[in-house]
Every structure is written in C-alpha cells, then in structure tokens.
C-alpha cells in the first residue's frame, strides 16, 4: 500500500516543501555557479527510470568542459574544481533533483538513476531496479556510496526494492542526513566519480 500509493504523495509534498524553503540556497547556487563554471550552472543527462523510461536527470554541474588539444573531455580529476569538489562533498549538485521527483521522474529514496548505456549491461536480477522510481538517495548511497562495488550496490538496489517500506524510507533519509555532514563515500579508491560499469562476468550473479 504505502510503496504502491501513498510513496508517491510524500514525495511530491516533500519535495515541494524542500524547493520551497531553499530557494534562497538554491538562487546562490545558481549564481555562484554560473561564476565558477563560466557559464550554465546546470548538469543535465539523459538516466533511465521507472521500467526504463528516460528522464532528463538535473543536477548542479560540479566538472568544467576544459579539454585537451584534440578536443577531449580532460579526466574527471582534472575538471572537477575546487567548487565542484565542495558541491559534491557536500551533495548539493543533487538539490535540482528535487524538481524531477515533484515532476514524477525520481523518489526521494530508491536506486540511484544511472545511465543509459548501462541498460543493456545488466543481468536479469539487476534489471529490476527500474522497477521503481529511482532515488535522490538510497540503501546503497548510506551503505557506502561510491566506495563499494557496483555488484554491491546492485545488491542492495535490489535488497531495498524488495523491501519497501516508510520506517525502511525514513531511516534512509536520516542516514543521508548523517552521511553527508560525515561527507562519507563521495569518491571511489581509483576514481573522482565512479568508475564505469562495464557488464557482468559470464556467471549469472544472484540474489537472496
């Protein structure tokens, strides 16, 4: 009943509410970050959501455009400035996505919305995490965001989604809270994101 039905209205309520009293935060934001990135403060792309329909995902963008002398996008590293390192660290290039869970796009909890050229990549089991709106955060940003593998967070995408409750919801969102003054898992070992997924092995992964 509540993921079915009641899910939907708290979200559109919270997330009006949220837009609402940060609009202020949200309007320095914009303009600090036309300043820093010299130019659009806004990150939009492409992500899957609910059984796969595609969405504009919007975010505050936290790389420069800088390429090299061939016209290639520079490392990750390279073009996320010190702004942008203070906006991830402190998660809020993720407020615009407020917008797409009032519009209906995304949940205030569920699976991270990842990208398109993702879909074909993954297995039966890992194909259901569109089987819901996917999140602003979730069970695998409080289990450790960036710093676990992607068969984890598949596995805990997959943990949550066959478990969905308000208590489940509300104690996420509080552990979000604590992450994100902790400003825990925001890079991977190897990366300044998340290194890409590239498919899974030859053996079927499965889930209890």
């Not at 609910?50 to 936290?62: M, P």
């Not at 090299?68 to 615009?96: A, I, Q």
């Not at 695998?140 to 967070?153: H, L, Y």
């Amino acid at each position: 009943m509540y993921a079915k039905f009641f899910k939907r209205v708290i979200d559109f309520t919270l997330s009006l509410i949220a837009l609402l009293i940060l609009s202020p935060v949200l309007l320095v934001l914009i303009i600090t970050g036309a300043i820093a990135m010299k130019g659009n403060p806004f990150f939009t792309q492409l992500r899957p959501g609910k059984n796969e329909k595609i969405f504009k995902l919007i975010k505050f963008r936290t790389m420069s455009n800088a390429r090299d002398k061939d016209g290639n996008l520079l490392p990750d590293h390279v073009r996320l400035n010190n702004y942008g390192n203070f906006l991830r660290s402190t998660s809020l290039d993720e407020l615009p996505e407020l917008i797409n869970i009032l519009i209906g796009d995304m949940s205030v909890v569920g699976p991270r919305p990842l990208l398109v050229k993702y879909l074909d990549r993954y297995n039966e089991e890992q194909k259901h995490r569109h089987d819901v709106r996917p999140g602003l955060t979730g069970l695998a940003q409080v289990r450790g965001r960036n710093t676990v593998s992607w068969e984890e967070k598949f596995r805990y995408d997959i943990e949550y989604i066959n478990n969905i409750t308000f208590i489940g919801d509300v104690k996420i969102i509080i552990a979000t809270v604590v992450a994100v003054f902790k400003r825990d898992g925001i890079s991977s070992e190897t990366s300044a994101t998340m290194e890409e997924f590239m498919g899974n092995d030859a053996e079927k992964v499965t889930y209890e």
